[in-house]
């Protein structure tokens, strides 16, 4: 008897440990997949109904002089990215973001990716402990300091707008 209770506590455990740390369900509007909860750039690019990041990863062609500028000012910087895999700005905007921090050699363990539902909610008070309101939003900090965020829409392209807000944050922080 103890046996038998051992080995379906051990399955159990091991159904649970396999679940995903993230929900999946058909979004209602869009009839698109919607993720909620912790995930990565690579499995949003390995997400086989995501052809929306991988066309747009491909498709992109960030400017090569705030590539540069990233490569140098990236380093020791946390990102927080909150986005909804049912937005439409999301689509546009995570893709060229991932080529950029691709190409600027910015490690992914170094990135919060985190999926929001249309109530801009996720397991763990998601919207409260970042003041979320709109998707997507690229927080970027540095020892522990917001130096600033990206919401929703870009002014001159990801890869600029990135560039411009490191360059500001670190100049007031040499006054």
């Not at 700005?89 to 973001?97: A, F, G, K, M, Y």
């Not at 919060?112 to 763990?124: L, Q, S, T």
């Not at 300091?145 to 890869?159: A, F, H, M, N, P």
Request: glycine share 6%.
């Amino acid at each position: 008897m103890r046996i038998l209770l051992l080995t379906w506590m051990l399955l159990a455990a091991t159904v649970v440990a396999a679940q995903a740390p993230y929900q999946t369900y058909k979004d209602e509007k869009t009839g698109w997949l919607t993720m909620e909860g912790p995930l990565s750039i690579t499995l949003l690019r390995n997400e086989p109904s995501f052809g929306w990041m991988r066309r747009g990863m491909a498709d992109y062609q960030p400017d090569s002089v705030s590539i540069s500028y990233l490569r140098k000012a990236l380093p020791g910087c946390h990102l927080v990215l909150l986005l909804g895999t049912w937005c439409s700005d999301s689509h546009e905007l995570v893709p060229r973001l991932a080529r950029v921090l691709q190409l600027a050699g910015f490690p992914e363990d170094q990135m919060e990716v985190i999926g929001v539902n249309r109530k801009m909610k996720a397991p763990g008070q998601i919207r409260a402990r970042y003041h979320l309101r709109k998707v997507p939003t690229l927080i970027i900090s540095k020892n522990g300091y917001e130096l600033g965020r990206i919401v929703e829409v870009v002014q001159q392209s990801i890869e600029q707008d990135l560039a411009d807000l490191l360059r500001k944050a670190f100049k007031a922080s040499t006054h």
